[in-house]
């Protein structure tokens, strides 16, 4: 692997370096004071005018591979860019790049029909609606996606949907207009996996009621939010399954790659803004007759932090070149390592730059606060960690079951295709 960025990398970079400062930055306060004094609910109009800007200077879907629509980076390519769009909350959506709609926009490029993308796709991608992805529910252990319990019944040519969701980031926001369910078409199939189907639901819709939104830790992140839905009998054309009945599971799987993989990417430059910030707090604090940077509690802090966000990045720099090299499944190993250490790393980082800024740490004008809910969810969104360390070790204890071998590691069992060996794992999604 090479850990050089290649000049195309290195330049699309620079641009959207400066559009953060020339435009992200220098907004965030107006952007915040707009939601909080006008309807929460409702997109602040300065983000859209941010989307618009964004799209002309070309910085625009550039999560997409190349498909056509984006501008064709590879995902060890859009890391480094996707990374400076995390040091704000707002950068990803100014660029077209946030989730859950990129995992979203991949979910109907891959399995959706010519009429669903035409529908769904199309507008999502030009930034013009917003879109919901809905699988957890409140009364499953929804970290087994087999739990899963609503159900999707078909009635002459429509579905009818009956259950209830939560945790279903976006839906509030009125721009919401299409949420992908997964549920039961088939709960009898002897094939646990083959059980489910995903449905795409246009939103509004009457049956479909949201019922609360669900603050993290009291950030209620208006206007995306995260809402608890009831399905009161939801009915869809057939037309809205993806793919076909039965086949929910192995979308769910196809969906998992690059939606974990841009969070890890974020959660990297929001520890980085992060550390930024204690470095500057801490040297213009001074306490007890020094700055607080001359601790060498706080110099002990600020390395660690450099060391781990460091490891954060190659670690899921490797992951981007396994998805790139040998596709999503074969690195299914390596992103549940990074769905494991960015979100951790991030907690860690942030909690310490929390520290350095004493009580001004734990409000809400630094940023910080919202940057540790954010970065503490995710280690329960898209997998909870021990989920994702369970597949890992499963994986490494395959590579030893044989006869020890003098080369160390039995060869013989070590899958051809890293991936092989946890495939068919439980699926998550944020
Ligand atoms: C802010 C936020 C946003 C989210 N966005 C979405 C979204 O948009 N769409 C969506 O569908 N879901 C979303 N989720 C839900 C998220 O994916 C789930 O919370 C997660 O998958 C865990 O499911 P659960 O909450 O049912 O926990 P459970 O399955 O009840 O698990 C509870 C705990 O049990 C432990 N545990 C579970 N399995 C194992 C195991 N095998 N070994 C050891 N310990 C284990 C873990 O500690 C886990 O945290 C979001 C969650 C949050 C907090």
Not at 67 to 82: D, F, K, Q, R
Not at 205 to 222: C, Q, T, W
Not at 243 to 265: D, K, S
Request: hydrophobic letters at 40%.
């Amino acid at each position: 692997m090479d850990f050089e960025y290649s000049e195309k990398v290195l330049a699309l970079k620079a641009r959207v370096e400066a559009f953060m400062s020339e435009h992200i930055y220098p907004n965030e306060a107006a952007m915040i004071a707009e939601t909080a004094e006008g309807d929460r609910w409702q997109a602040p109009r300065l983000l859209e005018t941010l989307k618009t800007r964004a799209r002309a200077a070309g910085l625009w879907n550039l999560w997409l591979p190349a498909s056509g629509h984006g501008a064709g980076l590879t995902n060890l390519e859009y890391a480094p860019l996707c990374e400076v769009m995390g040091r704000s909350p707002f950068a990803p959506e100014a660029f077209n790049c946030s989730a859950p709609d990129t995992g979203n926009m991949e979910v109907l490029e891959r399995y959706g029909t010519a009429a669903q993308q035409e529908r769904w796709l199309k507008p999502l991608l030009d930034g013009e609606i917003r879109s919901a992805f809905a699988m957890t529910e409140p009364d499953v252990a929804s970290s087994d996606a087999t739990n899963i319990a609503t159900r999707i019944r078909r009635e002459g040519d429509e579905y009818v949907i009956t259950g209830r969701k939560w945790w279903i980031s976006g839906a509030p926001d009125p721009r919401c207009r299409i949420m992908i369910v997964m549920g039961k078409t088939d709960p009898d199939d002897p094939d646990r996996h083959r059980q489910q189907s995903m449905v795409l639901v246009p939103l509004p819709h009457p049956g479909v009621v949201i019922k609360r939104s669900l603050p993290v830790f009291g950030f209620d992140d208006a206007p995306h939010g995260h809402a608890e839905i009831m399905f009161d009998s939801v009915r869809v054309p057939i037309d809205n399954v993806l793919l076909g009945e039965g086949r929910g599971f192995e979308i769910a799987q196809g969906r998992l790659g690059p939606g974990r993989i841009h969070h890890c990417m974020r959660l990297i430059g929001l520890a980085e803004r992060a550390l930024e910030r204690m470095c500057r707090r801490a040297q213009t604090r001074v306490a007890f007759g020094r700055a607080v940077a001359e601790q060498t509690v706080t110099m002990e802090r600020i390395a660690d932090s450099r060391i781990m966000i460091n490891q954060a990045r190659l670690l899921t720099l490797h992951a981007a070149d396994m998805m790139d090299r040998h596709g999503n499944k074969a690195a299914r190993a390596a992103i549940a390592m990074i769905k494991v250490a960015a979100p951790n790393m991030a907690c860690r980082v942030i909690d310490w730059a929390i520290q350095a800024f004493g009580g001004a740490g734990v409000t809400e004008d630094y940023g910080l606060a919202q940057a540790y809910a954010t970065a503490r969810y995710l280690r329960l969104a898209d997998g909870p960690d021990e989920v994702h360390r369970n597949q890992i070790a499963r994986l490494e204890l395959r590579r030893y079951q044989g006869p020890e071998s003098l080369t160390g590691g039995s060869a013989a069992v070590v899958p051809a295709d890293p991936g092989e060996a946890i495939r068919g794992a439980p699926v998550w999604v944020a």
